[in-house]
């Protein structure tokens, strides 16, 4: 079965940092493209970022560009988030997703 499991989300202060991490397995993880989606209190679904397969393509949605990074391990099976610079309007549930499937979600709150 596919699964994502994302992880690493928690409480920080405006400013701060945090790497989320999303393990895969169940499909052939260095043949497919993942992504970063989120979604704030209240709001819809918004994309953050995605990295090709081989990892050396990546883009970002313009409210994180340049205080984002996206990653990935493919002897690990793993994609990665680099969140550095949080502003609070960044508090949202994220989510990895690839292969048609999603993650379960980790919480990012950014809050003094």
Do not use: H
Not at 24 to 38: C, D, E, H, L
Not at 67 to 77: G, V
């Amino acid at each position: 079965d596919v699964q994502l499991v994302e992880s690493g989300g928690g409480l920080v202060q405006p400013g701060g940092s945090l790497r989320l991490s999303c393990a895969a397995s169940g499909f052939t993880f260095s043949s497919y493209w993942m992504y970063w989606v989120r979604q704030a209190p209240g709001k819809g679904l918004e994309w953050v970022s995605f990295i090709n397969a081989g990892g050396d393509t990546t883009d970002y949605a313009d409210s994180v560009k340049g205080r984002f990074t996206i990653s990935r391990d493919n002897a690990k099976n793993t994609v990665y988030l680099q969140m550095n610079s949080l502003k609070p309007e960044d508090t949202a549930e994220y989510y990895c997703a690839g292969t048609g499937y999603w993650g379960q979600g980790t919480q990012v709150t950014v809050s003094s």
